[in-house]
């Protein structure tokens, strides 16, 4: 079994993280395989372009702004465990908008096969969460509701 932080369980030796025995593993495989690590990245593995950034967003607009982003796009399109996830199926690829559980911040990740797709959409969901957390925190002042401390738990 694995996860996606690369760590390998084999239960039949024991039910924890063995690194060791997954290198053995990973060249028993590539010897009975006649195949280099080289080989099947280049052959077997898809180009994937992953970029992240973290934006500032105050404790108290954050379910405002998954909110915001859940109610302005079609719900085909969305997924809403741990934030907010939006494909878009024309380009293989999504962005995700993540609460951070311990700062008052978000983190905004693009993935697809696609490297330019990738860099303007992570530019363009900066600017959507930028946009709204000015236009939020804009209404609050005018309303008079800002608190001084709104970056503390």
């Known amino acids: 079994g694995g996860c996606g932080d690369m760590g390998f369980i084999f239960p039949a030796l024991h039910p924890g993280f063995d690194a060791m025995f997954a290198a053995a593993k990973l060249i028993e495989t590539l010897t009975l395989q006649e195949r280099t690590l ?8 898809p180009d994937i372009c992953h970029q992240t950034c973290l934006i500032r967003c105050p404790w108290t607009l954050r379910g405002a702004l998954m909110r915001y ?7 085909e399109t969305i997924e809403t465990i741990d934030g ?45 969460v930028q946009v ?22």
Do not use: M
């Open 84 to 128: 907010v996830k939006i494909y878009d199926h024309a380009h293989n690829g999504w962005v995700a908008v993540l609460p951070e559980a311990g700062e008052p911040t978000v983190r905004l990740i693009a993935d697809s096969r696609n490297r330019e797709w990738v860099r303007h959409k992570l530019q363009e969901y900066r600017h959507l």
């Open 69 to 75: 982003l859940v109610e302005t796009h079609p719900p």
């Open 38 to 45: 080289g080989e099947i990245r280049t052959d077997g593995l």
């Open 132 to 153: 709204f957390l000015e236009s939020e925190r804009y209404g609050d002042e005018l309303n008079g509701n800002l608190d001084e401390d709104d970056d503390k738990p």
